[in-house]
T-cell receptor, first 113, second 112 residues
């Protein structure tokens, strides 16, 4: 079974630029999560999808972050414009259903300079 | 007060030692408790998943939950250098749509 795929693995951008991350979950997984992990901290949920609907985006900074999950499969997370404090690893995870074991991708390491 | 507190370490032990990792939490509504292991530059992987109070054992790993004290533990017996990683505790209120709340993670180093 293929795991959660994320790209790119690394990205360096200047502040005020925009960036997009892509996630392909495990086939058949209905729930998809985007987490932000700042160095030295645990992952923090940004947004949770159930199929292509948003379940929880209460911690997503909506003035600069957006996410979509087309056709309930792949998902993209966008930051526009980026700030220095957005430097972090962005993790995508998926599960069969909400509350069941979540499988994580390797993450995208973003550095904003 | 953060919802989930976890000592970040680092924790260094010799091979074969018993390791104890702990988290405390403030929200008494948490019912589901997990431990994830995260190797450097990798995503977290689930180690243990427990519901409510009690113990759960899986090989060299034992998870304990004490809801009365709002305290969870992960024990690793006969630790190996391959156990060197960051261990994250996580918890949630229920299975139906609530997000996992993670601790900061404890970095463990097992020397041979």
């Amino acid at each position: 079974e293929a795991g959660v795929a994320q790209s790119p693995r690394y990205k360096i951008i200047e502040k005020r630029q925009s960036v997009a991350f892509w996630c392909n979950p495990i086939s058949g997984h209905a729930t998809l999560y985007w987490y932000q992990q700042i160095l030295g901290q645990g992952p923090k949920l940004l947004i949770q999808f159930q199929n292509n609907g948003v379940v929880d985006d209460s911690q997503l900074p909506k003035d600069r972050f957006s996410a979509e999950r087309l056709k309930g499969v792949d998902s993209t997370l966008k930051i526009q414009p980026a700030k220095l404090e957005d430097s972090a690893v962005y993790l995508c995870a998926s599960s069969w259903r909400t509350g069941e074991e979540a499988f994580f991708g390797q993450g995208t390491r973003l550095t904003v300079v | 007060q953060k919802e989930v507190e976890q000592d970040p370490g680092p924790l260094s032990v010799p091979e074969g030692a018993i390791v104890s990792l702990n988290c405390t939490y403030s929200n008494s509504a948490f019912q589901y408790f997990m431990w994830y292991r995260q190797y450097s530059r990798k995503g977290p992987e689930l180690l243990m998943y427990t519901y409510s109070s009690g113990n759960k054992e899986d090989g060299r790993f034992t998870a304990q939950v004490d809801k009365s004290s709002k305290y969870i533990s992960l024990f690793i017996r006969d630790s190996q250098p391959s156990d060197s990683a960051t261990y994250l505790c996580a918890m949630t209120i229920n299975q139906a749509g609530t997000a996992l709340i993670f601790g900061k993670g404890t970095t463990l180093s097992v020397s041979s």
